[in-house]
């Protein structure tokens, strides 16, 4: 007997042990999930990896329970490596155990630790009836919150995901959930149980609640459009806060080009509306840009795109909702956003065209003053760099928001001229002082003419033409990028934020 045959045995047992676990729930129970339109777990990471890139960890935790209900591992997005778990529901509805729990605090532990991405699939019922106390077993949400500002994290949601597993989606810096998701504290019998209400999964989760709620940021169709975004998404960081984000290669979509096409897109009359997505399409290398969020907060758009193959955020008013006037959710949703591309060094370009920030019973309820506290404290602390355009106007707090604060370590400032600013418009100013019509019409001409006396003690760095949008910031931010002389590091924070 050679020495390679005595290994047969051993290796052998093994060999059935892992195809227990790739073997998930079973036959039956897999083509079940398939069949309702679903990747099973194995699938899902098979689908979001680079092909054939998947290393598994923590195969034989669980024993007789299949991967212990997560499967855990690395593997590459794009050439770069990330950690990814996904919840196996074929196997005790992808429960947690004190093994599984183990496994995914390992999984958040090595991505800080080698400093790369962490990739969350969630499908699970949240912890297993087990009966067994887990002590001091620690839990995954400690080391996932050690992650938060220097590893990127996203989730996805491919099903119902529920409790403790749950928690990861709203920790994370962005969470995508599928049309077949759900996410919720506890499941509809929990809650009959608990408060005798009658509520479905949809209803008590799915995309209708969860992106309105803000707890989950986008939605696609089906599980492979949800993992294809999840890649797309990470092509914009990146691996952690002690790197700069990736630069693609020169081509001819990345130069500099004038941009006339926003002389009939942006209106001179403060009083038409027009679409802020088509200035970014006009603005950006290509149409092709990422938009967070947008069926929350819809008064602002918050968008990865790239600027001479650089990445960068971008945070811009929409005139087509409430005028431009920023409201509670919209002023959440650029803070958060804000505070991800701050923490993996992407620039923020803000577009200002607002008239400030929405007035009224309904608004100043919902706490907007709070809520634009939080967004002008995110903007201000960042550390990054900020490049900012007013296309026609921004009044009050809201210009503060959106980073039109003289001197405020700012890259470049520029505006339109005929770009109008103050404390408030000057039709709002005339029904609030109950001014004459001569002095209405005087209040008008000096808004008009403020962009300009705002040019002469440099509240601008130069009033710009509409056609000149692209080059100016391009140039800016290609003078700006200099500044990285020293090695990044993650960003520490000192502001509380409201």
């Not at 051993?10 to 083509?31: F, S």
């Not at 400690?142 to 403790?164: D, Y």
């Not at 691996?239 to 979509?253: K, R, T």
């Not at 707090?397 to 001229?417: E, H």
Request: proline share 6%.
């Amino acid at each position: 007997m050679t020495n390679a045959q005595t290994w047969d045995e051993t290796l052998d047992d093994l060999g059935r042990r892992r195809a227990l676990a790739q073997a998930m729930g079973g036959p039956e129970r897999v083509a079940k999930h398939r069949g309702k339109g679903k990747l099973d777990a194995r699938a899902r990471i098979e689908r979001l990896l680079d092909p054939g890139t998947f290393q598994e960890f923590g195969t034989l935790v669980g024993g007789e329970v299949p991967a212990d209900a997560i499967v855990t591992g690395s593997g590459l997005i794009n050439g770069s490596p990330v950690m990814v778990g996904a919840e196996d529901f074929t196997t005790l509805a992808g429960t947690i155990a004190p093994g599984s729990n183990s496994k995914r605090y390992r999984l958040a532990e090595l991505a800080v630790r080698n400093k790369v991405p962490l990739v969350m699939l969630l499908e699970g019922a949240g912890f297993r009836p087990t009966g067994a106390h887990y002590g001091r077993t620690p839990t995954d949400l400690l080391a996932q919150a050690q992650c938060s500002g220097r590893i990127p994290m996203v989730t996805g949601v491919l099903g119902p995901s529920a409790g403790h597993g749950a928690l990861i989606a709203p920790v994370s810096d962005f969470a995508i959930m599928s049309r077949q998701g759900a996410i919720f504290t506890a499941g509809p019998p929990v809650v009959k149980m608990s408060t005798g209400e009658d509520v479905t999964k949809e209803d008590l989760g799915g995309p209708n609640v969860a992106l309105p709620s803000g707890v989950v940021h986008n939605v696609g169709e089906t599980d492979e459009e949800v993992l294809d975004e999840i890649r797309r998404y990470l092509s914009y960081f990146p691996s952690s806060a002690w790197s700069y984000p990736p630069v693609y290669l020169p081509d001819d979509s990345t130069g500099a080009r004038a941009t006339p096409e926003l002389l009939n897109i942006v209106s001179r009359d403060n009083r038409s509306t027009y679409d802020m997505r088509a200035v970014l399409d006009v603005v950006f290398d290509d149409t092709d840009w990422f938009e967070v969020q947008p069926e929350f907060g819809t008064a602002i758009v918050c968008a990865l795109a790239h600027l001479g193959g650089h990445p960068v955020a971008v945070v811009a008013n929409q005139p087509k909702v409430l005028a431009g006037s920023i409201d509670s959710d919209a002023a959440d949703k650029a803070a958060h956003f804000i505070q991800v591309a701050d923490s993996f060094h992407l620039p923020i370009i803000f577009l200002a065209d607002n008239p400030g920030m929405l007035p009224g019973s309904e608004s100043e309820a919902e706490g907007v003053l709070r809520s634009g506290a939080r967004m002008f404290v995110a903007q201000t602390a960042a550390t990054t760099l900020k490049l900012h355009v007013t296309l026609r106007k921004a009044y009050g707090f809201g210009s503060m928001v959106m980073s039109l604060i003289g001197f405020d370590s700012q890259t470049a400032t520029f505006a339109y001229p005929g770009a109008t600013m103050g404390a408030m418009s000057a039709a709002a100013l005339s029904n609030a002082s109950h001014a004459q019509d001569d002095l209405a019409a005087e209040l008008q001409e000096m808004e008009l003419q403020a962009s300009y006396h705002s040019a002469e003690h440099m509240g601008f760095d130069e009033l710009i033409r509409p056609e000149e949008t692209r080059n100016a910031l391009l140039v800016s931010l290609q003078r700006g990028i200099y500044a990285r002389q020293a090695v990044p590091e993650p960003v520490y924070r000192t502001a509380i934020i409201p």
